[in-house]
């Protein structure tokens, strides 16, 4: 199993470019989320999902969008990004909430 | 989510010395996870606390939930280089999702 894998693992972007990071997950898992982490701020919710189809946002969702339409996968989008943009983005899954999650390597983004 | 404070935010020590890292939320938590991240590496599990008062053991960590399910603390006994990395603990307050702590970035002089 390869667990949750994401693609790409480095990106540089040009402020107002667009990107969207994959997220895959070979668990069925129900539950899939994308974390942003800056230095000294640890790792915040963007947006999650608890099934196929279904989204939410999570504490800093504004600049992204997400989609869900397979269940293994859990696409993370940026439509104009700009430099605070620039982190360690990490999906993780989990079988439910309450559950453990399991985290990808992550993509380190910089925004020029 | 819940919101938690975590301290210290750095520890160095030496090897061989204890390790405390502390959570602490001032709302009643329903469980807490805990998380351990290696300079470079992704979050990794290390586990979780649901009763009060619970203490669980893994080798060389202790982890403590309080009576009031309002705190919650990692103890590393004897700490080796290995141990180097940040812990995050990670209250769940409902169904859907954590709120990570801003984690203890531990740091182990040989």
């Known amino acids: 199993n390869a667990g949750v894998t994401q693609t790409p693992k480095f990106r540089v972007l040009k402020t107002g470019q667009s990107m969207t990071l994959l997220c895959a997950q070979d668990m069925n898992h129900e539950y899939m989320y994308w974390y942003r982490q800056d230095p000294g701020m640890g790792l915040r919710l963007i947006h999650y999902s608890v099934g196929e189809g279904t989204t939410a946002k999570g504490e800093v969702p504004d600049g992204y969008n997400v989609s869900r339409l397979k269940k293994q996968n859990f696409l993370l989008g940026l439509e104009s990004a700009a430099p605070s943009q620039t982190s360690v983005y990490f999906c993780?899954?989990?079988?439910?909430?309450?559950?453990?999650?399991?985290f990808g390597p992550g993509t380190r983004l910089t925004v020029t | 989510g819940q919101q938690v404070m975590q301290i210290p935010q750095y520890q160095h020590v030496q090897e061989g010395e204890d390790f405390t890292t502390y959570c602490n939320s001032s709302t009643t938590l329903s469980n807490i996870q805990w998380y351990k991240q290696r300079p470079g590496g992704h979050p990794v599990f290390l586990i979780q606390?649901?009763?009060?008062?619970e203490v669980k053991k893994q080798k060389r960590l202790t982890f403590q939930f309080g009576e009031a399910k309002k705190n919650s603390s990692l103890h590393i006994t004897a700490t080796q280089t290995t141990d180097v990395g940040t812990y995050f603990c990670a209250p769940g307050g409902s169904a859907r999702q954590l709120t990570f702590g801003s984690g203890t970035q531990l740091t182990v002089l040989p």
């Open positions: 606390l649901v009763k009060s008062g």
């Open positions: 993780a899954s989990s079988y439910s909430g309450f559950h453990e999650q399991y």
